[in-house]
T-cell receptor
Framework: DQQVKQNSPSLSVQEGRISILNCDYT??????FLWYKKYPAEGPTFLIS?????DKNEDGRFTVFLNKSAKHLSLHIVPSQPGDSAVYFC????????????FGKGTKLSVKP | DTGVSQNPRHKITKRGQNVTFRCDPI?????LYWYRQTLGQGPEFLTY????????KSRLLSDRFSAERPKGSFSTLEIQRTEQGDSAMYLC???????????FGEGSWLTVV
């Protein structure tokens, strides 16, 4: 049973436009959410996180939105750049299991010049 | 480089052989984690340490797998009697304290032939 779901395996966006990556979760105990970016043959790189007490967190071109009632979060990248092309993973953890991040399967973002 | 360091980066081994991976976390990070990632999947939690104590192990960690962190600094992950299903990227990560952001290394690729 997948607790963190990224239902879009891939997304293609034009350079300069907005990229929106979505993530749904089922476990209501999750209280901390993260986005990681991964290039082929490399480990995931931390991008941005959000605690369940917030509904938005912004860092430069990256903004994460959390809708707890819908158990949904999204990552917005504005403006998208070709260097953003990578696989993006959504991850979640519950307060009692801080070592155990549950990851989605990832969304491959392609930003075209 | 002060990031999480893993070696070897690539390992090809014959089925039935033992392999060992090493992870050096970011300096002063008390928590160290091991994850595994296969193609098309997100990273899956294996185990984590708080200093030298192994606090949680996933059911994915069969008895052929053993992880140690003897002095609370570097860690090793040993896989005994490797099977083809063990082929994956093994990711190490660390965080300063519980609840802090988890940073990943570049991973160690294992191919069992």
């Amino acid at each position: 049973d997948q607790q963190v779901k990224q239902n879009s395996p891939s997304l293609s966006v034009q350079e300069g436009r907005i990229s929106i990556l979505n993530c749904d979760y089922t476990n209501s105990m999750f209280d901390y959410f993260l986005w990681y970016k991964k290039y082929p043959a490399e480990g995931p790189t931390f991008l941005i996180s959000i605690s369940s007490i917030k509904d938005k967190n912004e860092d430069g071109r990256f903004t994460v939105f959390l809708n707890k009632s819908a158990k949904h979060l999204s990552l917005h990248i504005v403006p998208s750049q070709p260097g953003d092309s990578a696989v993006y993973f959504c991850a979640a953890s519950a307060g009692g299991s801080q070592g155990n991040l549950i990851f989605g399967k990832g969304t491959k973002l392609s930003v075209k010049p | 480089d002060t990031g999480v360091s893993q070696n070897p980066r690539h390992k090809i081994t014959k089925r039935g052989q033992n392999v060992t991976f090493r992870c050096d976390p970011i300096s002063e990070h008390n928590r160290l984690y091991w994850y595994r990632q296969t193609l098309g999947q997100g990273p899956e939690f294996l185990t984590y340490f708080q200093n030298e104590a192994q606090l949680e192990k996933s059911r994915l960690l069969s008895d052929r797998f053993s992880a140690e962190r003897p002095k609370g600094s570097f860690s090793t992950l040993e896989i005994q009697r490797t099977e083809q299903g063990d082929s994956a990227m093994y990711l190490c990560a660390s965080s300063k304290n519980p609840g802090n952001t988890i940073y990943f290394g570049e991973g160690s690729w294992l191919t069992v032939v």
